[in-house]
Structure formats: structure tokens, C-alpha cells
């Protein structure tokens, strides 16, 4: 049983665009809620991550939006732009130790 | 330069024949894990390790065997890979107490 559903799985926006990707997950024993940046051959790396003292987190141009009482997180990326263009992960940690579970992945595509 | 190194980068090989995916990291971290990624779900752990010969099963263990005789190496056997293990396989480490995943580039495996 997957523990987060993560939507939309592929995502094409134009230059400029807003991007917007959701998570919903049910245990609330997690207490870290990071999201992953994937480009084609390389591995998965943090690009931010938010706890559920607060609402919502900025860095640039990537937000974290954190809805507790709905159980839903998402990620939204303004003004978008074709070096955006990857695989992103939303993942559950904090309940067990370093263990991190992941979404099953958005690919974006910033049209140009 | 902090890294964590997967070897082989891609292999083609054939059902039974036992191979090993090695993964070293040199930043020190006590936590290191595997994962495996296919499309539409994303990354799901395979095995995990706590510090030097302490590992346990993720979500989807069948098939696979760790070791972690050493603090900076983590490798992944296969002793029989089956077709459905083709996958693209990563291994990640963290510093315990800290959520941040670090991931190496990734080993392609086909398995014919």
C-alpha cells in the first residue's frame, strides 16, 4: 500500500508558468516532508523540505505548501523555466529514524 | 568532493548469474540504503543500514542481499536476478540525525 500519492505523474507547463505538484499521505507520524529534484542520469537530490510547524516554506522559486489537517503537501515552482525540467519526488521521514518514503514521482517537462 | 559512487553504472546480464552493485561513500554518514526505480513508483527501499553490520528490509526485499562490513561501503547482491529485477537502483546515505539523503548516479540493470 503506497503511504504517499503523489499527482499529477507528468506535467508539461510553458515557460513562465506555475508548476504545481501534490502529495496526500495518511500516518501522521511524519514529521519531515522533503522533495527530491531528479534530472535524466543523475540521482535524486533534496531541493527543500518543510515540517508541519509551519505552512508553507520558500527557497527561490520553489514553495512548499503544507495543509496538515487535509494531510496534503505540495510543491509549486513559479515562473518556470526549461532547466526545471525533471523528475520530482515528494517523500514522508521524521518516524523512523533517517528513513525517507517516497512518492511515485511527477515529470515535469517547461516548455520553452 | 562529498560523493557517494555506484559501480557498475549500467549492466546487461542473465537470469541466475549472481552479480554484485557496489556503493561507497566518503563523507562519513552511518546511514545508507538502496533503493530501486521504476516508472510510476517511484523509489521504493530495498534494504537500509544503521551503521556497520546492522541492516534490515525496506519494502521490497525479495531477491536481494546487503552487507555493511565497513562504515563507507554498502554493495547490493544478487545472488539469482530475474527479468524482474530489471531496474535502475540507487543507493543513498545520510548522517544519522539528519533526514538529507544523498544519492549516488544511479546503476541501470538489465536482466535478461
Known amino acids: 500500500q503506497q503511504q504517499v500519492k503523489q499527482s499529477p505523474q507528468s506535467l508539461i507547463v510553458q515557460k513562465g508558468g506555475i508548476s504545481i505538484i501534490n502529495c496526500a499521505y495518511e500516518?501522521?507520524?511524519?514529521?519531515?516532508f522533503p522533495w527530491y529534484q531528479q534530472f535524466p542520469g543523475k540521482g535524486p537530490a533534496l531541493l527543500i523540505a518543510?515540517?508541519?510547524?509551519?505552512s508553507e516554506k520558500k527557497e527561490g522559486r520553489f514553495t512548499i505548501s503544507f495543509n496538515k489537517s487535509a494531510k496534503q503537501f505540495s510543491l509549486h515552482i513559479m515562473d518556470s523555466q526549461p532547466g526545471d525540467s525533471a523528475t520530482y519526488f515528494c517523500?514522508?521521514?521524521?518516524?523512523?529514524?533517517?528513513?525517507?518514503?517516497f512518492g511515485g514521482g511527477t515529470r515535469l517537462m517547461v516548455k520553452p | 568532493e562529498a560523493q557517494v559512487t555506484q559501480n557498475p553504472r549500467y549492466l546487461i546480464t542473465v537470469t541466475g548469474k549472481k552479480l554484485t552493485v557496489t556503493c561507497s561513500q566518503n563523507?562519513?554518514?552511518?546511514?545508507m540504503s538502496w533503493y530501486r526505480q521504476d516508472p510510476g513508483l517511484g523509489l521504493r527501499q530495498i534494504y537500509y543500514?544503521?551503521?556497520?553490520?546492522?541492516?534490515d528490509k525496506g519494502d521490497v526485499p525479495e531477491g536481494y542481499k546487503v552487507s555493511r562490513k565497513e562504515k563507507r561501503n554498502f554493495p547490493l547482491i544478487l545472488e539469482s536476478p530475474s527479468p524482474n529485477q530489471t531496474s535502475l537502483y540507487f543507493c543513498?546515505?545520510?548522517?544519522?540525525?539528519?533526514?538529507?539523503?544523498?544519492f549516488g548516479p544511479g546503476t541501470r540493470l538489465l536482466v535478461l
Open positions: 543513498a546515505s545520510s548522517s544519522t540525525g539528519k533526514e538529507t539523503q544523498y
Open positions: 500516518n501522521t507520524a511524519f514529521d519531515y
Open positions: 518543510i515540517r508541519p510547524d509551519v
Open positions: 517523500a514522508l521521514g521524521g518516524n523512523a529514524g533517517n528513513m525517507l518514503t
Open positions: 563523507m562519513n554518514h552511518e546511514y
Open positions: 543500514s544503521m551503521n556497520v553490520e546492522v541492516t
